[in-house]
Protein backbone atom coordinates (compact mmCIF):
# COMPACT_ATOMS: atom_id res chain seq x y z
CA UNK A 1 0.00 0.00 0.00
CA UNK A 2 1.64 3.43 -0.94
CA UNK A 3 1.84 6.22 1.48
CA UNK A 4 -0.23 7.92 -0.58
CA UNK A 5 -2.86 6.04 -0.66
CA UNK A 6 -3.25 5.24 3.16
CA UNK A 7 -3.38 8.75 4.06
CA UNK A 8 -6.21 9.45 1.92
CA UNK A 9 -7.99 6.69 3.18
CA UNK A 10 -6.77 7.50 6.61
CA UNK A 11 -8.36 10.88 6.00
CA UNK A 12 -11.85 9.68 4.10
CA UNK A 13 -11.99 7.47 7.23
CA UNK A 14 -12.28 9.96 9.41
CA UNK A 15 -14.46 11.97 7.85
CA UNK A 16 -16.75 9.21 8.04
CA UNK A 17 -16.46 9.04 11.53
CA UNK A 18 -17.31 12.58 11.97
CA UNK A 19 -20.20 12.69 9.40
CA UNK A 20 -21.12 8.97 11.51
CA UNK A 21 -21.25 11.19 15.10
CA UNK A 22 -18.14 9.83 16.32
CA UNK A 23 -20.07 6.44 16.98
CA UNK A 24 -17.04 4.14 19.59
CA UNK A 25 -15.91 0.56 18.05
CA UNK A 26 -16.64 1.27 13.95
CA UNK A 27 -13.49 2.17 12.47
CA UNK A 28 -12.61 -1.07 10.87
CA UNK A 29 -16.38 -0.23 8.77
CA UNK A 30 -15.12 3.28 8.58
CA UNK A 31 -11.59 2.29 7.04
CA UNK A 32 -13.36 -0.36 4.88
CA UNK A 33 -15.71 2.13 3.61
CA UNK A 34 -13.17 5.00 2.99
CA UNK A 35 -10.50 2.37 1.35
CA UNK A 36 -13.55 1.30 -1.17
CA UNK A 37 -14.32 4.95 -1.92
CA UNK A 38 -10.71 5.90 -2.72
CA UNK A 39 -10.43 2.32 -4.74
CA UNK A 40 -13.80 3.09 -6.71
CA UNK A 41 -12.53 6.60 -7.21
CA UNK A 42 -8.93 5.60 -8.78
CA UNK A 43 -10.52 2.89 -11.09
CA UNK A 44 -13.68 5.79 -12.40
CA UNK A 45 -16.52 5.12 -10.41
CA UNK A 46 -18.60 7.66 -8.33
CA UNK A 47 -17.74 6.87 -4.56
CA UNK A 48 -20.50 6.98 -1.99
CA UNK A 49 -21.16 9.88 0.77
CA UNK A 50 -21.20 7.87 4.11
CA UNK A 51 -24.89 9.17 5.85
CA UNK A 52 -25.41 8.49 9.32
CA UNK A 53 -28.41 6.40 10.07
CA UNK A 54 -31.55 7.72 10.86
CA UNK A 55 -33.01 6.91 14.14
CA UNK A 56 -35.73 3.92 13.80
CA UNK A 57 -39.69 4.62 13.73
CA UNK A 58 -41.20 3.11 16.52
CA UNK A 59 -43.10 0.29 15.16
CA UNK A 60 -46.62 0.34 15.40
CA UNK A 61 -48.43 -2.03 17.75
CA UNK A 62 -50.29 -5.30 16.81
CA UNK A 63 -53.64 -5.05 15.56
CA UNK A 64 -55.97 -5.58 19.42
CA UNK A 65 -53.20 -5.00 21.62
CA UNK A 66 -53.98 -2.97 24.36
CA UNK A 67 -50.86 0.37 24.68
CA UNK A 68 -50.36 2.41 27.40
CA UNK A 69 -52.16 4.93 26.15
CA UNK A 70 -55.19 2.90 26.25
CA UNK A 71 -54.97 1.30 29.64
CA UNK A 72 -57.99 2.62 32.17
CA UNK A 73 -56.21 4.01 35.08
CA UNK A 74 -58.22 5.05 38.41
CA UNK A 75 -59.46 9.07 38.71
CA UNK A 76 -57.97 10.92 41.27
CA UNK A 77 -60.33 12.23 43.39
Same mark, same amino acid.
Given at each position: MT *??? $? &? #??RRRAHAIWEQAGRPDGA?? $?HWDQAAAEI *? %? %? &?S %???AKTARPKAPARPKAP????VTSSKI? #???KG
Open positions: *DNR $Q &E #RIHQ $Q *D %G %G &E %GTKAAGKA #RPR
